[in-house]
């Protein structure tokens, strides 16, 4: 069955850093790009950053730029976010999702359950 | 940035009634438009994209309309399984943005 599944999620305290995983499963990972959306509790979606598939370029929201680094590993059929200087506002369950556009910005037709990042001392 | 307004934040109808949902896009986006289904505790799932293009298994009940920078999401018979939180998200350009959600309780 295609899926996408997150992980890394967790309890971390203001300044502190988080990875969190994207692994892919049952499609041809390395032709998509990948998207992660996060959502703050009972708030709506906010889009945080996009990887392209073969030319990698990466994109960031600016209220992640310069803290959040998107890559990917296509061998591992899996992408991920390395979030630094985290912030009590970062706090929020993130999805990845699927985009089948080279360009990263398309429609995202398969998303991954979420993990949940908590950002508090 | 390209801000997503999208109308209303929440209604209640009935079984069976149409339901309109409008999104307006603060600047030219052609139809890079997408719509999403969010039930509780679930990720969101797409419905349309394109404006107006069906995803594959969703029911003909969903519909999609609009260019430029005005937008319409219909549900032609509103359904009890329907109920959930809806978004438009643009993808005209970085950073992509998504609406403020409608909220469709039965």
């Known amino acids: 069955e295609v899926h996408l599944v997150e992980s890394g999620g967790g309890l971390v305290k203001p300044g502190e850093s988080l990875r969190l995983s994207c692994a892919a499963s049952?499609?041809?990972?390395?032709?998509?790009?990948v998207t992660w959306v996060r959502q703050a509790p009972g708030k709506g979606l906010e889009w945080v950053s996009s990887?392209?598939?073969?030319?990698?370029?990466?994109y960031y929201a600016d209220s992640v730029k310069g803290r959040f680094t998107i890559s990917r590993d296509n061998a591992q059929n899996s992408v991920y976010l390395q979030m630094n200087t985290l912030r009590a506002e970062d706090t929020a369950v993130y999805y990845c999702a699927r985009d089948p556009c080279r360009s990263g910005k398309c429609y995202l037709n398969l998303w991954g359950p979420g993990t949940l990042v908590t950002v508090s001392s | 940035d390209i801000q997503m307004t999208q109308s209303p934040s929440s209604l209640s109808a009935s079984v069976g009634d149409r339901v309109t949902i409008t999104c307006q896009a603060s600047h030219y986006i052609n139809i890079y438009l997408n719509w999403y289904q969010q039930k509780p505790g679930k990720a969101p799932k797409l419905l349309i994209y394109?404006?107006?293009k069906m995803e594959t298994g969703v029911p003909s009940t969903f519909s999609g309309g609009g260019s430029g920078t005005q937008f319409t999401f219909t549900i032609s018979s509103l359904q009890p399984e329907d109920v959930a939180t809806y978004y438009c998200q643009q993808y005209g350009d970085f950073p992509l943005t998504f609406g403020g959600g409608t909220r469709v309780e039965i």
């Open positions: 990887i392209t598939s073969f030319t990698t370029y990466t």
């Open positions: 394109d404006a107006s």
């Open positions: 049952a499609f041809g990972f390395s032709d998509y790009s």
